[in-house]
């Protein structure tokens, strides 16, 4: 898949950004953890972050469902190669992923039918690559890294960011479902329920997955998994 990715070294920074939280560490500690509203905000507190790095650092950038969202192509007759399919996709992206026509798209090459797209948005990658420069290794959507967190155990997961829930839904190798849903201050086990319904998926078997929305500097980020809450006991 494209989103694959190593776990990242302890002196590699690893930062998420959202429309509603920035988060950065080092070393698997917390240095940023802050509330924001809209890019703008989120872009300016990660850029503050960044240039307290030690210089040379190596940084990795996650970001929430609301830049980076999945979304499956429909069954279409007489097409002819991966160009057709990347037409195809990016025709799609304002009806199937929500974001604006011209949206940067990929096609994952794990499954072939249906196949799988994944869009981010556009002046939010153009902002981050600025800000990271060089010392950019990967900007990855944080629900990919929580794919590899849990491995290939399960069928179903759903993945709560600071802003969306990512359902992704799988028979075997093959994702049936990869949608998002945005939270809206509502907690995500309600908006999970909604979407269960509206797939007829039992919520046996799906897996849930939090950003921790309450993590303060100084704190341990995680390893596996950097900014995820922790499952109550």
Not at 73 to 99: F, H, K, N, Q
Request: charge should be negative; aromatic fraction near 6%; glycine fraction near 10%.
């Amino acid at each position: 898949m494209w989103w694959a990715g190593k776990r990242a070294s302890a002196r590699m920074a690893v930062a998420y950004a959202g429309e509603r939280a920035v988060r950065l560490s080092l070393g698997g500690m917390l240095l940023v953890a802050a509330d924001v509203d809209g890019r703008d905000a989120a872009v300016a507190a990660l850029a503050a972050g960044v240039r307290e790095l030690p210089r040379g650092t190596p940084l990795r950038i996650t970001v929430s469902g609301a830049v980076c969202r999945p979304f499956l192509l429909p069954e279409v007759a007489g097409v002819a190669g991966e160009s057709d399919w990347m037409a195809i996709a990016t025709s799609m992206v304002e009806d199937r992923a929500g974001l604006p026509a011209g949206s940067p798209v990929w096609l994952d090459n794990g499954q072939s039918s249906p196949r799988m797209a994944v869009a981010i948005d556009a002046p939010w990658q153009r902002e981050l690559l600025a800000l990271s420069g060089r010392a950019l290794e990967s900007m990855r959507p944080w629900w990919a890294v929580a794919i590899e967190s849990v491995g290939t155990d399960v069928s179903g997961l759903a993945v709560a960011d600071s802003d969306e829930l990512v359902l992704l839904i799988a028979e075997g190798d093959t994702y049936r479902v990869a949608q998002t849903y945005p939270l809206d201050g509502e907690s995500a086990s309600a908006v999970l329920n909604r979407a269960l319904v509206t797939h007829d998926v039992p919520a046996d078997g799906i897996e849930l997955i939090e950003f921790n929305g309450g993590a303060l500097p100084g704190q341990q980020a995680g390893d596996a998994l950097p900014f995820r809450k922790e499952a109550s006991a």
